[in-house]
Structures are given as structure tokens and as C-alpha cells.
């Protein structure tokens, strides 16, 4: 720790332990506020970050029968859409989402990524270079009115637009009649969310519809019409509504889907709706709807004839479902705080991820349901189902994930906590943005940067070791040191992203455990994050919603955090620069005139020996010895009588705190720190003292309010410090840690406690007691 040799200094402290800092240029930057980047409030959206009072959303109710055919792998289906215009605006036409489209041969989205030739690649990388000719995508075979009209539409891409013979009013309502087929993807090959999956082994297939039906697009208050194209990545905005599903499906299938099964007396056999009973009671352990064994058998037969599965879901912004007779499907009913029913969590797998899915995929759904409800509101649909189908997708009530043991049914830990997590994460999306309906397609963080933070928390309470990928804060540090051009804001479109994982998922993420456990503290967080799940459960936020809130439920100002870190690349590095060490002088010569003598005494010897290195002679005085006796005899810091006199005259002036700090043997540090990597944040600073014990004080962001790039903070410590360490927990994504601490200390220096006579002090404010002002936290 670097040594400050001074022997007197005055205590002009300013502020509560802080030194005056010179105004830099960029003053202010980081610390304006952030009502200028947001959307202006309006009736609809409140500048709290509630919904105003005339919010509206639209509404579309689905009727739809679905066949699937699995000896093709085809799906045909015919719907009725109710469209409610609940906005104040009158529609000429309306825009229909068609997602499967993005798979069609002369889809954009194969021409929009870069591509190379590379010394190795596939025959599929060959391939791609030149599309495919695979007839995927939807087949509109007609559009009709509810009389049967035909109406006019136009397909672009992946949207379509239906023109309306008279206009739609404010609060009127629409029938659409649309039929379709398409053919299922592989999932492997095509790289789609939904599709079919092939068990050579055994000749079944795993099929994930999702997706599926032409769909209505969402026309909001502040965007109108949301139809930008569906390109694969930018996930799905879409309009809450009610659903009637029938599906169509070989008889030996058993179907997983969103919502309730209506007809579960017709579908299911007796004893399968026994155990379904028992399973409404059980609140421990899964029980079985379908067995592994009946799972096998049913893999065997391949039955020809069909049945048809109905489910019914309300409010609800989307609809997917799982067909296989590979499955076995277990169930428990979950305790939600806040509910007097009780959903049930189940899980649909086949015999490949049965040695992970038994054990532990049904109580991961449980538990998520509980820590989520905690956090945000109780959970309010009837089920929610996880099927393992070699990948990660949500939609309402159901999601898929991946946890495939190896053939002899034995799988490592990491593939466990894969699976685990990986069901926690998608079920979790039932939240967001099943609930909280955040537009997918414009930003990504709003509904995974959310859910992941809420994963990590779920995590943490599953098992308190569990080996997080994201949501600690120095996780994404590696992220934030990258190259600047390798980088973009977290409010960048989802199209647009680079490190789309990073950037959306991790980012997001550990930028709320940085507000929850760092700057807004959890129970100030915690309030105001559940308060904006409980404001906008079943509308549609914006990112403006969700910072408002936040603020509004805290009366924590949290805008320098939210542009720094949601609107910029900068990274956080933060460098602890200088460590300087007082004490206060006593004044007593009998004590200091022997300090300061072994100073002086050192000091001459180290500049004496200076000198004679460079200039290879001695001082006048070591060459002559007649001069040496009479120069070496005289001794300046002598205690003479003068000097004890003077003293005593000072102690006698000294109030009695005044000389209670003196005889405390305090020490005072002063730190210097500067902004290396751009955004600021509060100063977490850990003492490590000579007996080995610590303390942590916590200064808040704002300190950096006047000068964003270097302040200086001093302290006043009862005991002697051996080590600093700025952000020991690394808290706050710290990219460079070889700065944040300073090393042993060695010797401190003496300063002096200033009397102020005849007025103010050089400095300090008239009337101000200075050692009031000293070493505040």
C-alpha cells in the first residue's frame, strides 16, 4: 500500500469523508434521468408503469379440428377465429401470423445469414448452399367469412393479410373460416421449433406441434399491427383468447396438450382414470397415468384406427401439443399459496429419458410453479406439462425440453442438471411470456432475460450448489470484456443480436440479481418485480412498463443502471488507483519527535546513498571528519522544554472528543478509484484488518454523480487495515478483478488536527466541526 511521508496536514474535509472533486466534462451523463428515452405516458400506459386507464387489447377465440396422419407425417386442420376489436380504431384489414412459412423453400430467411466454404462439411452444409425442395410450409386451401363468403387474403412470407368487405369497428367483432394442411418437419433437419422426431429402433415418431394453425398477429396501442416477419429467431407476439381443440390421432397415441382434456372419460381406460384421480391428490410423489410398460406395448402395436383428443383453454395467447404412443405420462397436483385449487404438473417422456424424466422431471415442474408464484403471482392456469423431446420450447401449459439417459438408461450429472434447469427455464416461460405477454419478436430479454433470472433463483432453491450457467453477475463479465464490435445493447432487436445467448438471456438476466442484490436490496426488489408481473398478467408491457414499475414500487432510482446497462456496451471495471494512510498526530514531542527522527534519519541515508550512486563522491561533511562531530551533535527533533510547553498548550485547548480521537489512534485511509470500463456502479469495499478480522462498507452508485471517471472517498477504521478489496463477491460483473484490491500496508504518515481560530478554516465551511466530517461510510 503506497506510503503518503507527511508529517502535518490539515483536515479540510468538505464533505462526510470525502475530499472536493473537480468537475469532469462528462459530469452528469450516467446520472440524467431516463423519462426522455422512454415512450411518452398516455391513458393507456401511466407514467407508473401501470396500464392506464383506457388500456385495451384485442381478443381472438380459436374453434379448431386437426387430423394428424402419421403415416405421412402431415397435419390438416380447419378453424374458426372470433376476432374482438376492443382498440379505438377502426380495421380495414387484419394481419395473420403463419409461422410454419419461415420452413418454405423460398423463404428469406435462408438468404439472410453469411455463409462460407469450410476444408470439412456435411452433405446437409452442401445442401443448404442451394435451400431444399422439401414441401414445407403452410397450405392455405380457403379464407371465409361466417357465411361462407371467400375472402380476399395475401400471403407475404410468413404473414398473411385479410382484407374485410366493411370496415371493423371499435368494439365490433369478426368470424374468420380458414383450412390448411402442412407437412411435420424433422426436427433435426429443419432445425424448427415443432415437427417430428424418428425413432428408427422402433419405428415411432415424437411429434411437437407448435406453431401449427395460422394465427391472429397482435395490433397494440403503441405499435398498431406487430407483422414483422417470423425469420426463426424472433420468437411470437400474439393475442390472448379462448381455444376449442379437437386433435385427430392414431388411437394408440396419448396426447399432451394446453389446457384440460374434456373428454378424458371417452380417451382414457378405466384404470387410467383411476390413477389419474389419485394423481389430483398427490401432493409428493408423480403417479402414473400411462406406465412404462404400457408405453412399450403401445410402441409394438401401431394401431389403424384413431381418436380424437379435446382439450379447451382460457385466456390463453397460444396453443401447442404433443402426439406419440411413446410416451409415459405422470402427474401430481402442486400447493399454490394463493390458490384454494390446485394444478397439476405432469410430464409426458418415452423409455430413452425415462431414467431422468421419472425421477425428476414432474417435481421440477412442481417446484417451479411454487418458487414462481412466490416471486411473481400465483400461478393461474389448470396444468402445466414438460415433454422431453430432445429439445427447449415453450408454450402455455406445456413446453419441451431435452434429458435423454444413455442405452443402459445411466446419464452424468451435467446431462441431470441440463435437464433440470432446462425444464425449469421453459416451464418458467409460462410467466414469461405466457402470462406477462411481452412481444417476443421485438425483445428477446423481456421474456428470456426475465425467466432466466427467475431460473437462477428456482435454481437456487432446487439446490442451494447447483451449477448456474447464468444468473450470477460475474458469469457474464467474460461476455462484457469482449471487443466492443462483438458486442450490442440488451435493447437491440432480436434479429440483430450477435451474442444472442449473452445478450438476451444472461445480460438480462444477471442485470436484475445486480438490482435485486446490490443496489435495490431483495426486499425492495422483490416487491416491486412481483408488482409488475401482478400489473401486467395477461396485457401486453413494454420494456418502458417494466422500468417504470420498477421504480415506481421501490422509490429507488434506478435510471442510470437501466442506460447504462440495457442501452450501452460498456462493461463494468472499476480500479481501486491509490491507497493512502493517516494518523492523527498527538502533537506530544515525546511522541512523535522520535517517529519523526527515524524518518528524517532514513530519508538522509536513502538520499545520501542516491547521490553517491550517481555521482561516485561524498558529501563535503563525510569527507571532512573535523565537521562531522559538531554536524552529527545537532539534533532537531530534541524534546526540549519549548516543545513540551507548546504541547501542553494545545492539549489544554482540546475538547474532550478531540482528545478521545487522538488517543483512539485511529487511522484514515483515502482511497482513489477510477471508472475504467464505462458504467458505474456502487463501491463494495471489503477492510481486512491486522487481527484478521473484515468489514464491508457499501457506497452507493451515486458517488460517481459528479465525476464519472475517478472519485476519492476517505475513512476513518478503528483498527490497523492489511488489505482492500473493492467488490469481493463480485457483485457487479467486475471485468477486471487484478485491479480491485491493494496490497499490505506498511507504515502510515502523521497528520494533524487543525484548530480553527478567528473564523473558518482554510476550506471548511464556518461554524463546521471537523472531526464530525471525518471518515464517514
Same mark, same amino acid.
Given at each position: ?31 440524467? &434521468? ?38 405421412? &407425417? ?48 456435411? =452433405? ?10 422439401? $414441401? ?234 411454487? %418458487? ?38 445411466? =446419464?452424468?450429472?451435467?446431462?441431470? =442438471? ?39 433463483? %428456482? ?84 420494456? $418502458? ?43 506530544? @514531542? ?157 507504515? @502510515? ?14 476550506? &471548511? ?13
Amino acid at each position: 500500500m503506497k506510503r503518503l511521508w507527511l508529517i502535518t496536514m490539515a483536515m479540510t474535509f468538505m464533505g462526510v469523508g470525502a475530499f472536493a472533486q473537480v468537475v469532469n466534462s462528462n459530469h452528469g451523463k450516467r446520472f440524467e &434521468q431516463l423519462e426522455r428515452m422512454l415512450r411518452d405516458p398516455s391513458v393507456y400506459r401511466s407514467a407508473s408503469g401501470a396500464p392506464g386507464p383506457q388500456y385495451w387489447q384485442q381478443k381472438a377465440d380459436y374453434k379448431i379440428e386437426a387430423t394428424l396422419d402419421d403415416e405421412n &407425417q402431415r397435419l390438416t386442420g380447419a378453424e374458426t377465429i372470433t376476432y374482438y376489436n376492443n382498440s379505438p380504431d377502426p380495421l380495414e384489414y387484419l394481419w395473420i401470423a403463419l409461422d410454419e412459412n419461415v420452413r418454405k423453400p423460398d423463404n428469406d430467411s435462408y438468404k439472410y445469414e453469411p455463409s462460407s466454404i469450410r476444408p470439412r462439411m456435411t =452433405y446437409g452444409q452442401l445442401e443448404g448452399l442451394d435451400g431444399h425442395d422439401n $414441401d414445407w410450409g403452410f397450405h392455405i386451401m380457403e379464407v371465409k367469412d361466417a357465411k361462407g363468403a371467400d375472402m380476399k387474403y395475401i400471403i407475404n412470407q410468413t404473414m398473411m393479410r385479410v382484407d374485410l368487405k366493411s370496415t371493423l369497428k371499435p368494439g365490433a367483432k369478426i368470424e374468420l373460416n380458414i383450412k390448411w394442411w402442412y407437412n411435420t418437419t424433422p426436427r433435426a433437419i429443419s432445425g424448427a421449433r415443432g415437427g417430428h422426431e424418428y425413432f428408427p429402433e422402433d419405428g415411432n415418431y415424437i411429434y411437437t406441434l407448435t406453431g401449427w394453425f395460422p394465427r391472429m398477429a397482435v395490433y397494440s396501442d403503441f405499435q398498431g399491427w406487430n407483422n414483422k416477419q417470423f425469420t426463426g429467431r424472433g420468437e411470437f407476439a400474439l393475442t390472448f383468447g379462448d381455444y376449442d381443440v379437437k386433435m385427430t390421432v392414431p388411437s394408440d397415441h396419448v396426447v399432451g396438450s394446453t389446457g384440460v382434456l374434456s373428454n378424458a372419460k371417452s380417451i382414457l381406460t378405466s384404470e387410467q382414470q383411476k390413477r389419474w384421480s389419485q394423481a389430483q391428490k398427490e401432493l409428493v410423489e408423480p403417479v402414473k397415468i400411462v406406465t412404462l410398460e404400457e408405453a412399450k406395448e403401445n410402441e409394438k402395436t401401431k394401431a389403424s384406427g384413431t381418436k380424437t383428443w379435446h382439450y379447451k383453454a382460457e385466456d390463453v395467447r397460444d396453443f401447442a401439443w404433443t402426439s406419440s404412443r411413446k410416451f409415459v405420462w405422470d402427474a401430481m397436483a402442486v400447493e399454490i399459496e394463493g390458490r384454494s385449487d390446485k394444478p397439476m404438473a405432469m410430464s409426458y417422456y418415452a423409455k430413452e429419458a425415462y431414467g431422468i424424466y421419472e425421477r425428476y422431471s414432474t417435481k421440477a415442474v412442481a417446484h417451479t410453479l411454487r %418458487t414462481y408464484s412466490n416471486f411473481t403471482i400465483p400461478y393461474p392456469y389448470p396444468v402445466a406439462i414438460s415433454v422431453e423431446a430432445s429439445n427447449g420450447m415453450e408454450y402455455p401449459m406445456i413446453c419441451f425440453n431435452y434429458g435423454r439417459t444413455l442405452p443402459d438408461g445411466s =446419464y452424468a450429472e451435467s446431462t441431470k =442438471y441440463g435437464a433440470i434447469g432446462v425444464i425449469i427455464h421453459e416451464v418458467g416461460h409460462n410467466f414469461f411470456p405466457m402470462i406477462v405477454n411481452s412481444d417476443e419478436r421485438q425483445w428477446t430479454w423481456m421474456d428470456e432475460g426475465l425467466n432466466t433470472f427467475m431460473q437462477y433463483l %428456482t435454481e437456487q432453491e432446487f439446490d442451494p450448489n447447483y451449477p448456474h450457467r447464468r444468473g450470477p453477475a460475474h458469469k457474464i463479465a467474460p461476455y462484457m470484456a469482449l471487443p466492443k464490435t462483438q458486442l450490442e445493447p440488451i435493447m437491440t432487436n432480436s434479429e440483430n443480436i450477435i451474442g444472442f445467448g449473452n445478450n438476451a438471456y444472461a445480460k438480462a438476466a444477471a442485470g436484475l440479481n445486480i438490482l435485486r442484490e446490490t443496489i435495490m436490496g431483495r426486499e425492495l426488489f422483490d416487491f416491486a418485480f412481483k408488482e409488475y408481473a401482478r400489473r401486467w398478467a395477461f396485457k401486453h408491457p413494454t420494456p $418502458d412498463d417494466l422500468f417504470r414499475t420498477l421504480e415506481d414500487a421501490s422509490a429507488v432510482d434506478i435510471d442510470w443502471f437501466i442506460k447504462g446497462w440495457y442501452f450501452t456496451i460498456d462493461n463494468v471495471d472499476i480500479a481501486i488507483d491509490d491507497v493512502k494512510w493517516y494518523q492523527l498526530s498527538t502533537k506530544n @514531542p515525546e511522541i512523535e519527535y522520535p517517529i519523526l527522527k527515524e524518518r528524517a534519519k532514513n530519508s538522509q541515508s536513502q538520499m545520501a546513498a542516491n547521490r553517491n550512486r550517481a555521482e561516485g563522491r561524498k558529501f563535503y561533511v563525510e569527507e571532512d571528519e573535523r565537521l562531522q562531530d559538531f554536524y552529527y551533535s545537532y539534533d532537531q527533533f530534541e524534546v526540549t522544554d519549548q516543545a513540551k510547553a507548546a504541547y501542553e498548550r494545545f492539549d489544554a485547548s482540546l475538547s474532550d472528543d478531540e482528545r478521545a480521537i487522538l488517543g483512539d489512534k485511529a487511522n484514515f485511509y483515502e482511497i482513489e478509484f477510477s471508472n475504467v470500463g464505462g458504467l458505474v456502479m456502487p463501491l463494495i469495499i471489503e477492510w481486512t484488518f491486522a487481527d484478521g478480522s473484515k468489514e464491508v462498507d457499501r457506497i452507493p452508485a451515486y458517488i460517481w454523480r459528479k465525476n464519472e471517471e475517478k472519485v476519492t472517498k476517505a475513512f476513518m477504521k478503528k483498527k490497523q487495515v492489511v488489505q482492500i478489496t473493492l467488490d469481493p463477491d463480485r457483485e457487479t460483473a467486475d471485468t477486471d478483478v487484478e485491479n480491485n484490491s491493494f496490497p499490505r500496508i506498511n507504515k @502510515p504518515s502523521r497528520f494533524e488536527l487543525f484548530k480553527s481560530r478567528g473564523g473558518a478554516a482554510r476550506g &471548511q465551511s464556518s461554524g463546521s466541526n471537523p472531526m464530525q466530517r471525518a471518515g464517514g461510510r
